[in-house]
């Protein structure tokens, strides 16, 4: 591959190497094989990144700045409530599974502490987003449901990426717990 000059792209040209290579999963990927995929030297992931750990976080931004655009698309403007939910729980699948390579990767990623603090935050500002909805709804506990509808989506999502492709069955599941009648 030809050797990116340009600085300011170097580290886009980075992470874009992580992302093509993201399907050897963390055993068989290496700042090695990132560099020369990227057409860097080995010191230019070092300008860019301090290490391993960071450089997973920056991939799981990337992740998810995809995915959550993708998700904000397909709810756009509409009213809270349960289809706008359902709108951004298949986005979500959907974004998955066009990434899976790099879903697999960062799943495998979680042993990191620093991944395993983004997760918990990257959580929580969705449980944010998410309340209102099920409040619309009527839901008691709108955050607490929210947490757990984040949960059972991501859940749906390990359940898709074996096959790499949508799931029926767990699309319904997902559905049909937002159609569950709350009990007072």
Known sequence: ???????????????????RLAGRGLQGWSINAITAEAG???????VHFAGRAEYLLALHHLF???VLGGMG??????PPGRA???AGALAYLDGCLNERAVKALLLEARIEPVIQAEIGARNEMVA?????HFAAMGWRE???CARLFIALVAEAALLELPGGVPDPAVRRAVAEFL??????
Do not use: I, N, S, W
Request: aromatic fraction near 4%; avoid cysteine; charge should be positive.
């Open 1 to 19: 591959m030809a050797r990116v000059r340009d600085p300011e792209g170097k580290r886009a040209a980075l992470l874009a190497a992580g992302l």
């Open 40 to 46: 860097v030297a080995k010191g230019t992931f070092y």
């Open 64 to 66: 998810h700045e995809r």
């Open 73 to 78: 698309d397909a709810v756009g403007d509409q």
């Open 84 to 86: 706008a939910l359902l």
């Open 128 to 132: 944010v987003l998410t309340e209102p």
């Open 142 to 144: 709108p955050r607490t």
């Open 179 to 184: 159609d569950r009648t709350r009990e007072g």
